[in-house]
């Protein structure tokens, strides 16, 4: 995954990207770092500094300019549909589903569905007494021999008996 799917990864740029517990993430996602970017308060977007040499002696340094969105950080139990693009900095919560093809630029909330470019708030998955419920019980940190014996629960589609349950 880190080859293909993580972009512009230098970690002294100091942007991490952290994944929870039980993400689904399809085929040809890809989490696009922080030095991805370009300076933009300047002429010239192009990193010089790259060129090396007097051209790297002659600028200031490219990684400095660059604007610092902070960590990456994806919930538990996120699915992605293919070919998702993830802008650095965004959050996305506990739950979310993120639509094939969709380029996420702004942070989504738990248990929300998103979709598009950019992505969109579509629907929230559950109501909110259901999404309290989830984000409390933080089913995904259960030890094995417990969250074995909920999954009759996490696969259970009739979402009032699931209340009750949890």
């Given amino acids: 995954m880190k080859k293909n799917n993580i972009l512009f990864n230098y970690s002294e ?3 991490r990207l952290i994944i ?3 993400c689904s ?3 040809g996602t890809q989490f696009i770092m ?3 970017n370009h300076r933009i308060n300047s002429v010239s977007t192009y990193p010089f500094a790259v060129m090396g040499g007097e051209w790297a002696k002659r600028v200031p340094d490219h990684l400095a300019q660059l604007p610092f969105k902070g960590d990456t950080v994806i919930g538990n139990d996120v699915w992605f549909g293919r070919h998702c693009v993830i802008m650095p ?3 996305i919560g506990d739950g979310a589903i993120i639509g094939a093809h969709s380029v996420v630029t702004k942070d989504v ?3 929300t569905i998103v979709g598009g470019n950019p992505a969109r708030f579509i629907r929230k998955r559950f109501d909110d007494e259901l999404i309290e419920l989830l984000l ?4 995904w940190d259960l030890p094995p021999e417990r969250l074995v014996d909920a ?3 996490l696969c259970n589609s009739d979402l009032d008996e699931v209340k009750k349950q949890i």
């Fill in 13 to 15: 740029f100091g942007d």
């Fill in 20 to 22: 929870g517990k039980f």
């Fill in 25 to 27: 993430i399809a085929s």
């Fill in 34 to 36: 922080g030095s991805a």
């Fill in 89 to 91: 900095g965004v959050h």
């Fill in 109 to 111: 909330k738990p248990y």
């Fill in 136 to 139: 409390q019980w933080k089913w």
């Fill in 151 to 153: 999954l009759p629960i």
